[in-house]
């Protein structure tokens, strides 16, 4: 069974830092391109960013270029995004996901306030 | 970066009724286009991929079409289960999202 486990979320103050982790089973994780995507609260979903199966290639949306990093390790099946200056407009759940496809993780909620 | 305008915003239906939502792609996305389900407070379940494919578990009362840049979601013979936000996705490009379209019922 394909399980997608989010964790690391949490509050943190604006200009801080935060590192949300994804432990992915019952697939070779090394196979496949995967993705964070996020949603405010009462608001619609958001793609933040996307890896390639190898960790070779890394994509972003505008407003987090420079600030959010997503990286891979394929020995640990571990998905990874590093938040940076984080801001009160990134407060949402993330979720990472497998590609455009029906694999979600549960989400965990980011809440950026001081 | 590949915009999705996806609409109505907001849907009233009746038990029965047959529904359809849109989402026009900025450019052509050769039907790499997917359709989810929310319920709130879950993560979002994919319904439909590649234009009208659908994914193991989903009723027939769900279907998609388009090509190009025009795409339809519809839900025929909405029953109360229904009860959700739809948001399109393309895939052919990075990831865009529609913004959702949220379903009630009369």
């Known amino acids: 069974e394909v399980q997608l486990v989010e964790s690391g979320g949490g509050l943190v103050q604006p200009g801080r830092s935060l590192k949300l982790s994804c432990a992915a089973s019952g697939f070779t994780f090394s196979n496949y391109y995967m993705a964070w995507v996020r949603q405010a609260p009462t608001k619609g979903l958001e793609w933040v960013a996307s890896i390639t199966n190898s960790g070779g290639s890394t994509y972003y949306r505008d407003s987090v270029k420079g600030r959010f990093t997503i990286s891979r390790d394929n020995a640990k099946s571990t998905l990874y995004l590093q938040m940076d200056s984080l801001r009160s407009e990134d407060t949402a759940t993330y979720y990472c996901?497998?590609?455009?496809?029906?694999?979600w993780g549960q989400g965990t909620l980011v809440t950026v306030s001081s | 970066d590949i915009q999705m305008t996806q609409s109505p915003p907001s849907l009233s239906a009746s038990l029965g009724d047959k529904v359809t939502i849109t989402c026009q792609a900025s450019q052509n996305i050769n039907k790499y286009i997917a359709w989810y389900q929310q319920k709130p407070g879950k993560a979002p379940r994919l319904l439909i991929r590649y234009t009208s494919t659908l994914e193991s578990g989903t009723p027939s009362r769900f279907s998609g079409s388009g090509s190009g840049r025009d795409y339809s979601f519809s839900i025929s013979n909405v029953e109360s289960e229904d009860i959700a936000s739809y948001y399109c996705?393309?895939?052919?490009?990075?990831?865009?999202f529609g913004s959702g379209t949220k379903l009630e019922i009369k």
């Open positions: 996705l393309q895939y052919d490009n990075l990831f865009t």
């Open positions: 996901t497998r590609g455009a496809g029906p694999y």
